[in-house]
């Protein structure tokens, strides 16, 4: 069965604070991103990755960097991390060489809180 | 710039009623799309997934449609339960690999 998890659910951090978010899929998929989630903005896409150490800029990336050293994981980094980053965050992963090819698996989300 | 919207953004409805959601998008130069289900604070759960080639898809209770040149996709939901109640988001992917969410349906079913 499919698995994206996420490292953590919830995540309080302070304003100026380095931030990591780490995402972990068993499926062998080349592609993973990284999405954020606010309410009346609906999922926005931060960044994403079609191979190991390949990263490529999504709708928002600003404040944000990634990291994909193996293939199973990609972790998204605030490098210092402000209020306004306060929100959810999901992790997705995809394979292109799949019948069903493309289609896109969560993980649970992590609900991040910048005070 | 592909866009995507819902219509309604939210719905009641009985239980046991028949229901579709629409989902319209602007560029009909997708690869295919997806519906996903989201239960409030959770992540996404996809429930179907439309190649461009196909025109239905279907699972259960849950029946997926694709009119790529209308730019139209709808979900029908069979004898619809207190349990379908979340929100519904449809998804295009495009040649970037990239999907593109609507703003979802939020669907509540009253027992």
């Known amino acids: 069965d499919v698995k994206v998890t996420q490292s953590s659910r919830y995540l309080v951090k302070r304003t100026g604070e380095k931030v990591f978010l780490e995402c972990v899929q068993d499926?062998?998929?080349?592609?993973m991103f990284w999405y954020r989630q606010d309410p009346g903005l609906g999922l926005r896409l931060i960044y994403f990755?079609?191979?190991?150490?390949?990263?490529e800029k999504g709708d928002i990336p600003e404040g944000y960097s990634v990291s994909r050293e193996k293939k199973e994981r990609f972790s998204l980094i605030l490098e210092s991390a402000s209020t306004n980053q306060t929100s959810m965050y999901l992790c997705?992963?995809?394979?292109?060489?799949?019948?069903?090819?493309?289609?896109?698996?969560f993980g649970p989300g992590t609900r991040l809180t910048v005070t | 710039k592909q866009e995507v919207t819902q219509i309604p953004a939210a719905l009641s409805v009985p239980e046991g009623e028949n229901l579709v959601l629409n989902c319209s998008f602007t560029?009909?130069?997708?690869?295919?799309l997806q519906w996903f289900r989201q239960d409030p604070g959770k992540g996404l759960t996809s429930l179907l997934l439309?190649?461009?080639?196909?025109r239905e898809q279907t699972s259960g209770r849950l029946n997926a449609s694709l009119d790529k040149s209308s730019g139209r996709s709808t979900l029908y939901i069979a004898a619809s339960q207190p349990g379908d109640s979340a929100t519904y988001l449809c998804?295009?992917?495009?040649?970037?690999?990239?999907?593109?969410f609507g703003k979802g349906t939020k669907l509540t079913v009253n027992p």
């Open positions: 499926m062998d998929h080349e592609n």
């Open positions: 439309i190649q461009s080639s196909q």
């Open positions: 990755s079609y191979d190991v150490k390949m990263k």
């Open positions: 997705a992963s995809s394979c292109p060489r799949l019948a069903s090819s493309y289609e896109q698996y």
């Open positions: 560029d009909s130069a997708i690869y295919n």
């Open positions: 998804a295009p992917l495009g040649g970037s690999e990239k999907l593109v």
